[in-house]
């Protein structure tokens, strides 16, 4: 059995490796540390031509974590479960509390890399119950039988960074799952993929000469997208939930933020106001 010590990080692809990065330069908890042990170059470096749009996906990034926080700390709700959490620490983070029972998932391949740096990112017992499980999140006897695990009580369903990988037929399938554990245990399912279509003009210019956009056109993440907020809501609406809330932007938690605009000429900064939100997260609730 592999020891912390002698872990090969190599074994992470470079897009999980790239995001990795990406938040190690904010104060998400325990980004830093994470990139830290691995001890190598950065997979998808900044090129100084584009600074602004490096620092303004660095953001992107950073209020999409930290809006899944804003909706779930309101609920009170001390069950978790956060599916496709790629190298995400925030059960590690929520753990510290002795109430919690986290469940962090993601397919197993990148689990075996995420039990490492946890064992290097905090050795010591935790207050809370931290479990790191590999799970596809459409197979749904396995998805039962972890939160089959948790104590007794509501449960929160967190996601960031998944529909957008999924067509129509398997959003409908891990709908239909998590609608049925709620309909059981009661709870919210929180996700921060409600991922609007770029206009084609915009779209063909994000996808050039970048690697990691390439990799998101390899797998045509654009068309996976929900064409817009009114028919995300209707998709949902007819998969048997409906919007309880919607997380607000909180500019002074995002920790990167000073730094993109600090890339940006004043005249970028008043076209930054003209900008088509495209993302949004909300809390879901089983349709009353």
Known sequence: METPSNR???TISPSAKGLLFLKGHTT???SREAVALLQEPEPFPADPEKAARYWARIVHFEQR???IDQLLLPTGIKNMVEI???FSFRGLA???DPAVHYIDTDLPDLIASKRQFIAQLHPEPLPGVLEIEGLNALDEASFRRLTGRLPQGPVAILNEGLLM???TAEKEQLCGIIRRILQQRGGYWITADIYIREDAEVAAKMYRNDALMQF????????????SYESARDFFGEMGFEVDAEAQPDYGAISSLPQFLATLTPAQREKLKQVRRTRATWRLKLAE
């Open 216 to 227: 998101l056109e390899a797998h045509r993440i654009e068309e996976k997208k929900f064409s």
């Open 8 to 10: 090969d990080f190599n």
């Open 84 to 86: 496709s959490a790629g």
């Open 165 to 167: 990988y999924l067509d």
């Open 65 to 67: 974590y930290r809006s």
């Open 94 to 96: 929520m753990a510290a």
């Open 28 to 30: 998400l908890p325990y």
